[in-house]
């Protein structure tokens, strides 16, 4: 059984912190890591993907890759009440079309 | 920015109804995902499409679910006899031509209830 793995939370910052959610997932076939954040009663809405090892950075946002170690992770940068939400970890591999997503962590960043 | 619209945001049935939820994928992209969401629980894949037929699906997408690419923009899941356990929120996606490694955008949902 594939898994991916998250820390329900509550993860609680304050403003202008840097907030740090981590998932792990069991399957080493995975090959595609996804970022998604949602609002209570939203959809999924893609914060960032990365394939590769290593960091990936795009405006406040970083997510960091670790194959070996079978984790992945988003740093938040700054953080504003508005990044309040459940963030979800998703994860692909090559050979399948579906997307594993985690359980989510709930960030709640405090003014 | 194009998106992937659902209709409707929310439907209720009976339970033993049939009902059909409505996406339209974003245009240029080739591949269609369906997910549900339980509340309160994780996001879970249903089935994907690609080529006007399925390439995969879950075992929850047995046989009172199916889908349909009706015309050149529509892309449907239907069930055909709803039970009360199939009361979740259903996201449509769509992904482009590289399949499951393409980032996949969600559109905003179904909240399905059955009664």
């Known amino acids: 059984q594939k898994e991916v793995e998250q820390n329900s939370g509550p993860l609680s910052v304050p403003e202008g912190a840097i907030a740090s959610l981590n998932c792990t997932y069991s399957d080493r076939g995975s090959q595609s890591f996804f970022w998604y954040r949602q609002y209570s009663g939203k959809s999924p809405e893609l914060i960032m993907f990365i394939y590769s090892n290593g960091d990936k950075e795009d405006g406040r946002f970083t997510a960091q890759l670790n194959k070996a170690s079978q984790y992945v992770s988003l740093l938040i940068r700054d953080s504003q009440p508005s990044d309040s939400a459940t963030y979800l970890c998703?994860?692909?591999?090559?050979?399948?079309?579906?997307?594993?997503f985690g359980s989510g962590t709930r960030l709640l960043v405090r003014p | 920015e194009p998106e992937v619209t659902q209709t409707p945001s929310h439907q209720v049935t009976q339970m033993g109804q049939e009902v059909i939820l409505r996406c339209v994928p974003i245009?240029?992209?080739?591949?269609f995902y369906w997910y549900r969401q339980i509340l309160g629980q994780k996001v879970e894949f249903l089935v994907s499409f690609y080529n006007n037929e399925i390439s995969e699906k879950s075992e929850i997408f047995d046989d009172q679910f199916s889908v349909e690419r009706p015309d050149g923009s529509n892309f449907t899941l239907k069930i055909r006899s709803t039970k009360l356990e199939d009361s979740a929120m259903y996201f449509c996606?769509?992904?482009?031509?590289?399949?499951?490694?393409?980032?996949?955008?969600f559109g905003p949902g179904t909240r399905l209830t059955v009664l």
């Open positions: 996606a769509s992904s482009g031509d590289s399949g499951g490694s393409d980032t996949q955008y």
């Open positions: 245009s240029n992209h080739l591949y």
């Open positions: 998703a994860v692909a591999m090559d050979s399948s079309y579906k997307l594993i």
